[in-house]
T-cell receptor, first 114, second 111 residues
Framework: GAGVSQSPSNKVTEKGKDVELRCDPI?????LYWYRQSLGQGLEFLIY????????KSGLPSDRFSAERTGGSVSTLTIQRTQQEDSAVYLC????????????FGPGTRLTVT | EDQVTQSPEALRLQEGESSSLNCSYT??????LFWYRQDPGKGPEFLFT???AGEEKEKERLKATLTKKESFLHITAPKPEDSATYLC????????????FGTGTRLLVSP
């Protein structure tokens, strides 16, 4: 079946502009996650959505970052007033339960802030 | 602080030369350890979940094992197509849905 999809695959933006990154999880998966992967760094947790519960935003690095999930499916990660240090690969993952289950990742969006 | 450390950072093997990758962690009360494979330009691909010390999982040329402090990913008679970055992750003590990842081991298998 279809896996996690993300768009765009690449995004180049100027410093100070806002960007929106989209994630479409695996159908039926109730949990959705956003991570950031910077060059030479491990994946960094950003935010987690589980069903209709309030999201866990504890990993968002600043108030310029926000995310929403509409209808329990598609999610959008928004970065306002982008900075050069925001350049990274943003990965989305999903899974089907509330336990410590394996997460299935999308291909990522490579964001470059010039 | 939850930490996951992987070694070596990079490993070069000849085709057929077996070896092991290490993942050590500091999270207490482990609630699972996950291994992923990541190819350049792609998202991580799930390989294994291990839940308790002594557990082993196998898939083709890969075998993952778990002790109370670390996990090993053994690669037997690797092929060039096994070249990738291998990541391990554990659930954070702050919420088991937050995975804490190591920085990975870059494996290159030469023909």
């Amino acid at each position: 079946g279809a896996g996690v999809s993300q768009s765009p695959s690449n995004k180049v933006t100027e410093k100070g502009k806002d960007v929106e990154l989209r994630c479409d999880p695996i159908s039926g998966h109730t949990a959705l996650y956003w991570y950031r992967q910077s060059l030479g760094q491990g994946l960094e947790f950003l935010i987690y959505f589980q069903g209709n519960s309030a999201p866990d935003k504890s990993g968002l690095p600043s108030d310029r970052f926000s995310a929403e999930r509409t209808g329990g499916s598609v999610s959008t990660l928004t970065i306002q007033r982008t900075q050069q240090e925001d350049s990274a690969v943003y990965l989305c993952a999903s899974n089907g339960g509330a336990g410590p289950y394996e997460q299935y990742f999308g291909p990522g969006t490579r964001l470059t802030v010039t | 602080e939850d930490q996951v450390t992987q070694s070596p950072e990079a490993l070069r093997l000849q085709e057929g030369e077996s070896s092991s990758l290490n993942c050590s962690y500091t999270v207490s009360g482990l609630r699972g350890l996950f291994w992923y494979r990541q190819d350049p330009g792609k998202g991580p691909e799930f390989l294994f979940t291990l839940y308790s010390a002594g557990e082993e999982k196998e898939k083709e040329r890969l075998k993952a094992t778990l002790t109370k402090k670390e996990s090993f990913l053994h690669i037997t008679a690797p092929k060039p197509e096994d070249s990738a970055t291998y990541l391990c992750a554990v659930p954070s003590r702050g919420g088991f849905q937050k995975l804490v990842f190591g920085t990975g081991t870059r494996l290159l298998v030469s023909p």
